[in-house]
Nanobody, 125 residues
Framework: QVQLVESGGGLVQAGGSLRLSCASS????????VGWFRQAPGKEREFVAS????????YYVDSMKGRFTISKDRAKNTVDLQMNNLRPEDTAVYFC??????????????????WGQGTQVTVAS
């Protein structure tokens, strides 16, 4: 059973950076795709980035490519999201997710079975 724990959220000024980390307390990510989604108040949960633990990816939303980078740390068994040049509109709860999505679902909430509790990211203007 995959149990996900996010860390690294917080408050940052516009233009600043944060690094989020997703760890699995229930085992490795082997065989899974691991993704980051976010949800702002009053909005639907949206895809940010994902990668397959054993090949494939990374996958990004075009609007975030270049500012956000997803990476795998095999030594720590984590999937990290480096977020640079943050904007107030990036303010949201960021969720880590794991699953076995087909290529068509890799950017969809429905492609993921396991979710973390979320970590708040607030970008002040």
């Amino acid at each position: 059973q995959v149990q996900l724990v996010e860390s690294g959220g917080g408050l940052v000024q516009a233009g600043g950076s944060l690094r989020l980390s997703c760890a699995s307390s229930g085992g490795t990510f082997s065989g899974y795709a691991v993704g980051w989604f976010r949800q702002a108040p009053g909005k639907e949960r949206e895809f940010v980035a994902s990668t397959r633990w054993t090949g494939g990816g990374p996958y990004y939303v075009d609007s975030m490519k270049g500012r956000f980078t997803i990476s795998k740390d095999r030594a720590k068994n984590t999937v990290d999201l480096q977020m640079n040049n943050l904007r107030p509109e990036d303010t949201a709860v960021y969720f880590c997710a794991a699953g076995r999505p087909i290529v068509g679902n890799i950017r969809e909430v429905r492609g993921y079975n396991y979710w973390g509790q979320g970590t708040q990211v607030t970008v002040a203007s």
